[in-house]
């Protein structure tokens, strides 16, 4: 008979640990029902209008149909006013973010308090909706391209700022130091340190910008800034619906090759927004 | 592999940078040409910053506190629109990112007619289903909710989908070798595998709800966009600016809860 020694100590089976819920998830899973039937109750939405009016909605877009492709000129006159607006408040932003970015990059900046100060400002730009950027300046400047460009901007600066330097805080610290304890001045490190480090993150966003900055235009001119928005407007108000599907079908397909164009780079970098 | 002469590497290095500047040359001169295009002048800039400025201290500021009141139901109805729209903007997505994803599509046909259905809804900015729910379902809330739903669903299905492309197909594989019905693999094999990626995108989208449904009233939507829209039209300002401190308020808010919460699950 063979003893317990022989065979060597015991074996028990261990199974593996089931690993312990994340209590942050448990929360997630509780919170929304209850947020979303709070939000119901205070929206009191009448739901009994749900049904009747998707029939509605299908007979008004049946109703769309054909689009009326007549006024086309101006609707592509319009159209590249839009891109006008996007394109020159793309490169405007860029160029002013990428410039305020070093001084709101903690590794680069002059002294912590610019910084602090560079990063709220930006946080306060892009915090208000693009469209009401574009109110107060309709009120400022009065409608037309240059209020776009304008509101854009503002938004757009507020974005790029905070994103270019986190590209910039990613820097290896160490590399700069090197540059540094070589006797590099401040430019010489930006330029041969962190330039060649961050283009890549900085070419995207820029890149994603100009997608965002177009899909924006677009609705811009809901409120008189000018551009399509602005067209389709007046084709909706004045119930002219298939030239306002036609309308529809070039901002989509507008959009839809922005999108296209950056498809590559957005998911990447969508990740690391906020 | 043969070495390539030294030369051809200088050629291919030479064209490389030809096409570089030219890229930026066409680059710089269309953006060049846009700004002419929209007035933006170092002139036209100076002189609008100076009304910006006049406009913004002497009739925005200071923001009435009294108007408040009056904020309150709006700013409630703006929170309460993203978040019904995100939530249940989640749940369709969820069902449709399936479909649209390669590992988890019943058919190919599926991928294609939900990613196609997903980029109309998307690609048509919320602002303009907005003007087409308008008079199907009238002024209000509901059209605010239903427009931002439908861009809810647009963003998130394709982001799911991507979400669930991303998995490691190994993981599947073995579960399938064990003998799990397709039903299995999803519940055990790629839904905890997805859940923090949906999540994530979730909340990314009722920031991005929250900020679209602030203006959304301006089209007819109800909430904050509506009072503010409204207020300028009626040169209300100093209220409006109460309400505008309100939205920025809401929106960095969300922006700081929302990626809090997502740096602990990622």
Request: proline fraction near 5%; aromatic fraction near 10%; glycine fraction near 8%.
């Amino acid at each position: 008979m063979l003893h317990q020694e022989e065979l060597g100590p015991r074996r028990t089976v261990t199974h593996p640990q089931k690993p312990k819920t994340n209590r942050l998830f448990v929360i997630l899973g509780i919170l929304p029902p209850i947020l979303f039937v709070l939000s119901l109750v205070d929206l009191n939405l009448p739901l009994g209008k749900l049904i009747p009016g998707t029939g509605t909605l299908f007979i008004d877009v049946g109703k769309m149909f054909p689009p009326d492709i007549s006024s086309w000129q101006t609707t592509f006159v319009d159209a590249g006013t839009t891109l006008e607006i996007a394109i020159a408040s793309t490169a405007i932003s860029i160029v002013m973010s990428f410039l305020l970015a070093f001084l709101a990059a903690e590794n680069t900046t002059p002294s912590l308090a610019v910084s602090r100060t560079l990063k709220g400002f930006a946080s306060f730009l892009r915090g208000v909706p693009i469209l009401v950027w574009a109110l107060i300046f309709i009120v400022a400047v009065g409608p037309g391209p240059f209020c776009g460009v304008l509101s854009l901007l503002t938004h757009a600066v507020g974005l790029l700022i905070k994103v270019f330097s986190q590209a910039i805080e990613e820097v290896d610290d160490r590399v700069l130091e090197a540059m540094r304890a070589s006797g590099a001045t401040w430019l010489q490190t930006i330029g041969q340190g962190i330039l060649p480090m961050a283009q890549t993150a900085f070419i995207s966003w820029s890149a994603l910008r100009l997608e965002f900055d177009i899909s924006d235009a677009m609705t811009l001119g809901i409120v008189g800034a000018g551009g399509i928005g602005w067209d389709l407007e007046n084709h909706m108000n004045g119930f002219d619906l298939h030239g306002a599907l036609f309308i529809y079908l070039v901002i989509f397909f507008i959009v839809f090759t922005a999108e296209l164009a950056t498809n590559r780079i957005k998911v990447n970098r969508m990740k690391a927004v906020s | 592999m043969y070495p390539l002469p030294q030369n051809h590497y200088r050629l291919l290095n030479r064209r490389r940078t030809v096409l570089t500047w030219t890229f930026i040359i066409v680059l710089v001169a269309l953006s060049g040409f846009c700004i002419i295009a929209t007035n933006f002048s170092p002139y036209n800039l100076y002189t609008g910053l100076g009304q910006i400025a006049w406009i913004v201290f002497d009739k925005f500021l200071p923001p009435h506190p009294s108007a408040l009141g009056s904020i309150v139901k709006p700013a409630l109805d703006t929170v309460a629109m993203s978040l019904v729209a995100a939530m249940a903007g989640s749940v369709v997505a969820a069902v449709l990112g399936f479909l649209a994803a390669r590992p988890t599509a019943p058919h190919p046909v599926f991928r294609y007619v939900v990613r196609g259905f997903a980029s109309l809804l998307r690609n048509i900015p919320a602002l303009m289903w907005a003007f087409i729910l308008v008079d199907a379902y009238g002024l209000g809330t509901m059209v605010g909710t239903l427009a931002l739903f439908f861009s809810t669903v647009g963003w998130l299905v394709r982001a799911y989908a991507e979400v669930i492309e991303e998995i490691d197909q190994a993981k599947l594989e073995a579960i399938r070798a064990s003998g799990a019905s397709y039903l299995q693999v999803l519940g055990q094999g790629i839904l905890p595998l997805v859940l923090p990626g949906f999540i994530a995108w979730s909340l990314y989208q009722v920031e991005m709800n929250l900020r679209t449904s602030s203006i959304i009233g301006m089209v007819g939507g109800g909430g904050l966009g509506f009072y503010i829209d409204n207020g300028i039209a009626l040169f209300q300002f100093k209220d409006t600016a109460m309400a505008i401190v309100l939205v920025l308020v809401l929106i960095l808010g969300s922006e700081f809860l929302t990626s809090s919460i997502r740096r602990r699950i990622l």
